[in-house]
Each structure stands twice: as C-alpha cells, then as structure tokens.
C-alpha cells in the first residue's frame, strides 16, 4: 500500500545509509553495529529536521504572546463572530504570526519519519532483499542474540525478555514523562482560553474543544508503547530514539518562559 516509487526510493537510500554505518561501527561495535546504526541514523535524521521543529516552537511562542490580545478580542467581538475572525486575522498578521503556523513544520517533517518507520518496522530496501521477515537484510542482524526482525509475539526466551523489557520499560517513562507535559500544557491552556465556560469570550462549544484535548492528548505518548509490542526490534529500538529525542527537544525547546516577576515553575 505504502510501496509507491518515490517512498521506495527514500527507503533505500536510508538502508543503504544505515548499511554503510554498521560497517563503519563494526570495529568498534561488533555484532551490535547495526543497532548501533539504527540509533545513530535516527539521530542523525532528527537533527536535519530539528530546524523544522525550531519552526514550529517559535510559531507556537509567537501565538502565546498574542494570547492576551486575542482574549481581549474575543471578549469584545463576542456577538460578532465574522468581524472577530477579521480582527483574529489582522493581529496575526499585523505580529508576522499564524494561527496555524505550526501546522507546516510538523507536516513536513512527517514524510522522514515514515521513510524510517518503513524501513526498521519491515526492512525494505536493506542490503540482502529483506521484506520484513527475519530471513535476511537489516532485520536478520541481531542485538545481544536476537535478531532485529524479531516481535514480543515471537517469544521472550534467552535474551529477548530483558532486552524488550528494557526497552519497553524506557518507552513507558518517557510516555509518562510527556504525558505529564502534555497534561500540564493543557490545563495551561484550558486557563489561558477561559476554561469550558465563557469566562474567556468564547461560547460553550469553543471550551469544549480544549477540554475534549486535555483528555486525549496525555494519552497519545502511550500509542509509542502499544506500537512496539507489535513491530520488530529495529523499529523498537528506533521509537526508544526518537521519543528520547522528542523528550529532550520538549525539555531544551519548550521549556516554561519566566516573565518578569514571575516565579518559574520548577515542576513543568
């Protein structure tokens, strides 16, 4: 479904990238080097796109600052929808924002991660003409035994237990983690917009939707655990990666902006 030309195209080149890294990890790495690759490549991936993300965080930050203004907005257009939108519209632009100006960054950075959840969770396109079984290419290489094509339906004998445990046990507290910072940005924000009443100048349906969020956004890091207990090693080992890397981004690029006067708040 997924195997249209130009997809197929990225996913080899990102096998044979991941290729060439096992073969320059292997002195140093051994029989680990194309896990060690896996990680590396991902890391890799996440920095050329990390100037998409600094995109999205500054047009996040620029909306927040007009948060105030919109308010003010909203409470004086409250019986004039189509002259609020005009207003909306002007501010936006008037301060180089968009209320959508975060939507891009992160729609562009979606085709990468496909290429590479392609890649680890079937092995199309490694060297070997493997197709997602554990017979030959990337997912026929192996990490402390097992082999990267390996699933938790395949059995959890010998060193499969610990090692998809740990891993496990890493996405489960690093959903945790982002799951708190997503509950707390969303009570944040159900405050900013007036909560689900219409305290902040909107009508009833518009507080629904923030709250409607509040409850499903701290549940969407855990989908990171429900996807691993049904694809490969590679593609667990590459979920690990990239949610440690989104962590440390939420943590470095998100981390809460102290007005004057204001105490920071060390818990967020």
Same mark, same amino acid.
Do not use: K
């Given at each position: 479904?997924?195997?249209? @030309?130009?997809?197929?195209? /990225?996913?080899?080149?990102?096998?044979?990238?991941?290729?060439?890294?096992?073969?320059?990890?292997?002195?140093?790495?051994?029989?680990?080097?194309?896990?060690?690759?896996?990680?590396?490549?991902?890391? @890799?991936?996440? *920095?050329?796109?990390? +100037? *998409?993300?600094?995109?999205?965080?500054?047009?996040?930050? &620029?909306?927040?600052?007009? @948060? +105030?203004?919109?308010?003010?907005?909203? !409470? !004086?257009?409250?019986?004039?929808?189509?002259?609020?939108?005009?207003?909306?519209?002007?501010?936006?632009?008037?301060?180089?924002?968009?209320?959508?100006?975060?939507?891009?960054?992160?729609?562009?950075?979606?085709?990468?991660?496909?290429?590479?959840? !392609?890649?680890?969770?079937?092995?199309?396109?490694?060297?070997?003409?493997?197709?997602?079984?554990?017979?030959?290419?990337?997912?026929?290489?192996?990490?402390?035994?097992?082999?990267?094509?390996?699933?938790?339906?395949?059995?959890?004998?010998?060193?499969?237990?610990?090692?998809?445990?740990? *891993?496990?046990?890493?996405?489960? /507290?690093?959903?945790?983690?982002?799951?708190?910072?997503? &509950?707390?940005?969303?009570?944040?924000?159900?405050?900013?917009?007036?909560?689900?009443?219409?305290?902040?100048?909107?009508?009833?349906?518009?507080?629904?939707?923030?709250?409607?969020?509040?409850?499903?956004?701290?549940?969407?890091?855990?989908?990171?655990?429900?996807?691993?207990?049904?694809? +490969?090693?590679?593609?667990?080992?590459?979920?690990?990666?990239?949610? @440690?890397?989104?962590?440390?981004?939420?943590?470095?690029?998100? !981390?809460?902006?102290?007005?004057?006067?204001?105490?920071?708040?060390?818990?967020?």
């Amino acid at each position: 479904m997924l195997a249209f @030309a130009p997809l197929h195209a /990225a996913v080899g080149v990102a096998a044979d990238t991941v290729t060439w890294l096992a073969g320059t990890l292997h002195p140093l790495t051994g029989g680990a080097a194309t896990a060690a690759a896996i990680v590396l490549f991902t890391i @890799a991936v996440r *920095l050329l796109v990390s +100037p *998409l993300t600094l995109a999205q965080v500054r047009g996040e930050r &620029r909306r927040a600052a007009l @948060a +105030p203004q919109v308010r003010d907005l909203q !409470r !004086r257009y409250a019986d004039d929808p189509a002259r609020l939108q005009s207003e909306l519209f002007g501010l936006y632009r008037s301060a180089g924002a968009s209320p959508v100006a975060g939507c891009l960054p992160a729609l562009l950075q979606a085709p990468f991660f496909l290429v590479m959840y !392609r890649l680890f969770s079937t092995g199309e396109g490694s060297t070997g003409g493997g197709t997602g079984d554990a017979g030959g290419g990337l997912l026929a290489e192996r990490l402390a035994g097992v082999p990267l094509g390996w699933h938790l339906s395949d059995g959890l004998a010998g060193a499969a237990g610990p090692l998809f445990g740990a *891993l496990l046990a890493a996405l489960v /507290a690093l959903a945790w983690w982002s799951s708190r910072r997503a &509950r707390r940005a969303a009570a944040a924000g159900t405050t900013m917009t007036g909560g689900t009443g219409t305290a902040g100048g909107g009508t009833p349906a518009d507080g629904a939707v923030p709250a409607v969020l509040g409850r499903v956004l701290p549940l969407l890091p855990y989908l990171t655990v429900v996807a691993a207990l049904v694809v +490969p090693l590679a593609a667990v080992l590459y979920l690990v990666t990239t949610t @440690a890397w989104t962590a440390l981004e939420q943590a470095v690029l998100r !981390r809460p902006q102290v007005s004057a006067g204001q105490p920071l708040d060390r818990n967020s």
